[in-house]
C-alpha cells in the first residue's frame, strides 16, 4: 500500500505488557486498537504478558516470554531448556540482578516476529517499550512510538523516596533501561506524547527536538465509565483507584490525609485495588491506625467499578505526577466529584471542573476533601461539569484520528514525500 493511499493502514502496535486492568499502557492499547479499528484500520496488537483483553475483532499476537512478573507465580526459576533461548537468558539475569529487562527483551522479540512480516504492515506503533529492537525495526519499516510520560520522572522520585544508600542503588539499577529509550527514542523523527507537560518534560530529560512531537491526548471510554443515577452516591465516602506502593501515585499523601480528617469527622476511603503484602502502604495505615476508615476492593469488574464510583461522593486523584491521568478522567466520566493534585498534566484533564491542590501536599488534600464534604451543592456541580469535559473534549475517535494523521506523516518522511 502506497503512502498515497488514504483510506486504510495495516497497522502493528507493539506493547510490551499491557495488563488491561491496571496502569495506563494497557488501558491506551486496548481502547486506542478500538478506536483505530472503527475508523477502518487494520490492526493487530503484538504484545507480551498478561493478556490485553482486546476485541475479538482486533487481531492479537501474544509473544512467549518467561514472565517472571507473573504474580501468580511471582519470580520463578526457569528450566534449563527455557534458558537455552538467549532471549530467556537475558531476561533471567536481568531479573535475578535486580533489573528490569523487559522493555530490552521484547524489542528483540518483536524484531523476530516482523522479521519476515515487513511487508503486512504501513507502520509500526510502539507503545513505550523504546527498546534498541524498536531501532531495528526502524530501519526497515515506518515506526513511531508512544512516550505516555518520562520514566525519569519515576526514577527521581523513587530514589528520593528512600533514604538506604543500598535501597537507591537497587531503584538505579531497576530503571537502568532508562538509557537506552533515550538513545532509542532519538533515532524516532516522530514521538506521540499525550500531554503538553509530558512533551515539555520528555524533551528535557530525553533531549528530544521538540519538532518531534505530535500531542495526542488520551481519550476516556464514556461506553464503560458513566453515571449511574438510581445509585445513591453515600455522604463521607471517598474513592481512589490506585493501591500501589509506589511514590509516584502519591496515595501515601491520601492516607496521610484521612489520619487527619478523621480526627474531627468519620469518612470512608475505598481504594480500588490490593495493596502489596507487608508493602509500605499496609504498614503506613498500621502505623496512622487508620486501619477501620480504609477498605481495599481488590480486583473489580468494570461494572463493579462503575458502581464503586456512583456510591462515592468524590473521587481523589493524590499523584505526585501524571502524564495524562486517566483515573481522573474515568472518574469524571462518571459523574464523581473530583479533586486531583496539579502534578504533571493532571490540570490538563481536570480544567476547571475539579478542585486542584499542590502534590505531595497531605493538608492540602485533607482541606480540599472536607471543604467539598462541607459543600454538596457544589460537589454536584463539578461533577456536571466533568462529565460534560469528558464526553465534549476527550474522546478515543478524536486520539485515533490525531494519531493516524501522525501515522501518515511518520510514512512520507520515510518514503522521502
Same mark, same amino acid.
Given at each position: 500500500?502506497?503512502?498515497?493511499?488514504?483510506?486504510?493502514?495495516? &497497522?502493528?502496535?507493539?506493547?510490551y505488557?499491557?495488563?488491561?486492568?491496571?496502569?495506563?499502557?494497557?488501558?491506551?492499547?486496548?481502547?486506542?486498537?478500538?478506536a483505530?479499528?472503527?475508523?477502518?484500520?487494520?490492526?493487530?496488537?503484538v504484545?507480551?504478558?498478561?493478556?490485553?483483553?482486546l476485541?475479538?475483532d482486533?487481531?492479537?499476537?501474544?509473544?512467549p516470554?518467561?514472565?517472571l512478573?507473573?504474580?501468580?507465580?511471582?519470580f520463578?526459576?526457569?528450566?534449563l /531448556?527455557?534458558l537455552?533461548?538467549?532471549?530467556?537468558?537475558?531476561?533471567? &539475569?536481568?531479573?535475578?540482578?535486580?533489573?528490569?529487562?523487559?522493555?530490552?527483551?521484547?524489542?528483540?522479540?518483536?524484531? /523476530?516476529?516482523?522479521?519476515?512480516?515487513f511487508?503486512?504492515?504501513?507502520?509500526?506503533?510502539?507503545?513505550?517499550s523504546?527498546?534498541?529492537?524498536?531501532?531495528? &525495526?526502524?530501519?526497515?519499516?515506518?515506526?513511531?512510538?508512544?512516550?505516555?510520560?518520562?520514566?525519569?520522572v519515576?526514577?527521581?522520585?523513587?530514589?528520593?523516596?528512600?533514604?538506604?544508600?543500598?535501597?537507591?542503588?537497587?531503584?538505579?539499577?531497576?530503571?537502568?533501561?532508562?538509557e537506552?529509550?533515550?538513545?532509542?527514542?532519538?533515532?524516532l523523527?516522530r514521538?506521540?506524547?499525550?500531554?503538553?507537560c509530558?512533551?515539555?518534560?520528555?524533551?528535557?530529560?530525553?533531549s528530544?527536538?521538540?519538532?518531534?512531537f505530535?500531542?495526542?491526548?488520551n481519550?476516556?471510554?464514556?461506553?464503560?465509565?458513566?453515571?449511574v443515577?438510581?445509585?445513591?452516591r453515600?455522604?463521607?465516602?471517598?474513592?481512589?483507584?490506585?493501591?500501589?506502593?509506589t511514590?509516584?501515585?502519591?496515595?501515601?499523601?491520601?492516607?496521610?490525609?484521612?489520619?487527619e480528617?478523621?480526627?474531627?469527622?468519620?469518612?470512608r476511603? &475505598?481504594?480500588?485495588?490490593?495493596?502489596?503484602?507487608?508493602?509500605?502502604?499496609?504498614?503506613?495505615?498500621q502505623?496512622?491506625?487508620?486501619?477501620?476508615?480504609?477498605?481495599?476492593?481488590?480486583r473489580?469488574d468494570n461494572?463493579?467499578?462503575?458502581? /464503586?464510583?456512583?456510591?462515592?461522593?468524590?473521587?481523589?486523584?493524590p499523584s505526585?505526577?501524571?502524564?495524562?491521568?486517566?483515573?481522573?478522567?474515568?472518574?469524571?466520566?462518571?459523574?464523581?466529584?473530583?479533586?486531583?493534585?496539579?502534578?504533571?498534566a493532571?490540570?490538563?484533564?481536570?480544567?476547571?471542573?475539579?478542585?486542584?491542590?499542590?502534590?505531595?501536599?497531605?493538608?492540602a488534600?485533607?482541606?480540599?476533601?472536607?471543604?467539598?464534604?462541607?459543600?454538596?451543592?457544589?460537589?454536584?456541580?463539578i461533577?456536571?461539569?466533568?462529565?460534560?469535559?469528558?464526553?465534549e /473534549?476527550?474522546?478515543w475517535?478524536?486520539?485515533?484520528?490525531k494519531?493516524?494523521?501522525?501515522?501518515?506523516?511518520?510514512?512520507?518522511?520515510y518514503?522521502?514525500?
Amino acid at each position: 500500500m502506497s503512502a498515497g493511499n488514504r483510506k486504510s493502514l495495516r &497497522i502493528c502496535l507493539l506493547s510490551y505488557r499491557s495488563n488491561p486492568h491496571s496502569g495506563g499502557q494497557g488501558v491506551y492499547i486496548r481502547n486506542l486498537s478500538r478506536a483505530l479499528a472503527d475508523l477502518g484500520h487494520r490492526v493487530e496488537v503484538v504484545a507480551g504478558p498478561p493478556d490485553p483483553l482486546l476485541d475479538d475483532d482486533v487481531k492479537l499476537t501474544m509473544l512467549p516470554c518467561l514472565d517472571l512478573y507473573n504474580p501468580e507465580d511471582l519470580f520463578r526459576i526457569p528450566s534449563l /531448556q527455557e534458558l537455552w533461548n538467549p532471549i530467556n537468558l537475558i531476561e533471567w &539475569i536481568g531479573v535475578s540482578t535486580m533489573g528490569f529487562p523487559e522493555t530490552y527483551t521484547f524489542g528483540f522479540r518483536a524484531l /523476530q516476529f516482523l522479521w519476515n512480516r515487513f511487508h503486512e504492515y504501513d507502520i509500526v506503533h510502539d507503545n513505550q517499550s523504546l527498546s534498541y529492537g524498536v531501532w531495528a &525495526i526502524n530501519k526497515f519499516i515506518p515506526t513511531v512510538a508512544t512516550i505516555h510520560h518520562p520514566i525519569t520522572v519515576d526514577r527521581e522520585i523513587a530514589i528520593q523516596s528512600v533514604r538506604s544508600p543500598w535501597k537507591k542503588l537497587k531503584h538505579l539499577r531497576w530503571y537502568s533501561f532508562v538509557e537506552m529509550q533515550k538513545r532509542v527514542s532519538k533515532r524516532l523523527s516522530r514521538i506521540i506524547t499525550v500531554s503538553e507537560c509530558a512533551k515539555k518534560d520528555i524533551q528535557k530529560d530525553f533531549s528530544i527536538p521538540a519538532d518531534n512531537f505530535r500531542v495526542v491526548p488520551n481519550g476516556i471510554d464514556v461506553h464503560r465509565f458513566y453515571p449511574v443515577p438510581e445509585i445513591q452516591r453515600e455522604k463521607n465516602r471517598i474513592i481512589v483507584t490506585n493501591s500501589a506502593d509506589t511514590p509516584l501515585k502519591g496515595l501515601y499523601y491520601l492516607l496521610q490525609a484521612v489520619a487527619e480528617i478523621v480526627k474531627k469527622r468519620e469518612i470512608r476511603l &475505598i481504594v480500588v485495588g490490593t495493596p502489596k503484602k507487608n508493602g509500605g502502604i499496609v504498614k503506613l495505615i498500621q502505623n496512622l491506625g487508620i486501619g477501620k476508615y480504609v477498605t481495599f476492593t481488590g480486583r473489580i469488574d468494570n461494572e463493579e467499578f462503575v458502581r /464503586q464510583y456512583a456510591k462515592a461522593a468524590m473521587a481523589v486523584v493524590p499523584s505526585v505526577y501524571e502524564g495524562f491521568g486517566l483515573p481522573v478522567g474515568e472518574a469524571m466520566a462518571c459523574g464523581v466529584p473530583v479533586i486531583s493534585t496539579t502534578g504533571g498534566a493532571l490540570p490538563e484533564v481536570v480544567g476547571d471542573a475539579g478542585i486542584l491542590v499542590p502534590p505531595a501536599d497531605y493538608q492540602a488534600l485533607a482541606n480540599a476533601i472536607l471543604n467539598l464534604l462541607d459543600h454538596p451543592e457544589y460537589a454536584q456541580k463539578i461533577g456536571d461539569a466533568g462529565y460534560k469535559r469528558m464526553q465534549e /473534549q476527550f474522546t478515543w475517535r478524536a486520539a485515533a484520528e490525531k494519531t493516524v494523521r501522525v501515522y501518515r506523516e511518520v510514512m512520507d518522511d520515510y518514503r522521502g514525500f
